[in-house]
């Protein structure tokens, strides 16, 4: 299970802060990733140069709140 400051709706993501760190080696390790964002934004929003984790690594997406 990662958390994510931003996320697509295909599951594109970006974190922040400290976030960055080990999330997207743990999400490249497992075999079933859940992600849970902060924010989901439309695809496309995020600039291809802020995404961290590429969307075919996450299996799923769920929303914070």
């Given at each position: 299970?990662?958390n994510?400051?931003?996320?697509?709706?295909?599951?594109?993501?970006?974190?922040?802060?400290?976030?960055?760190?080990?999330?997207?080696?743990?999400?490249?390790?497992?075999?079933?990733t859940?992600?849970?964002?902060?924010?989901?934004?439309?695809?496309?929003?995020?600039?291809?140069?802020?995404?961290?984790?590429?969307?075919?690594?996450?299996?799923?997406?769920?929303?914070?709140?």
């Open positions: 299970m990662i994510a400051f931003l996320a697509d709706y295909l599951g594109n993501l970006s974190y922040a802060l400290t976030s960055r760190n080990f999330n997207p080696v743990m999400a490249m390790a497992a075999d079933t859940i992600v849970t964002a902060d924010n989901i934004v439309p695809v496309g929003v995020i600039s291809p140069d802020h995404v961290v984790t590429p969307a075919p690594l996450v299996d799923y997406l769920v929303v914070n709140g």
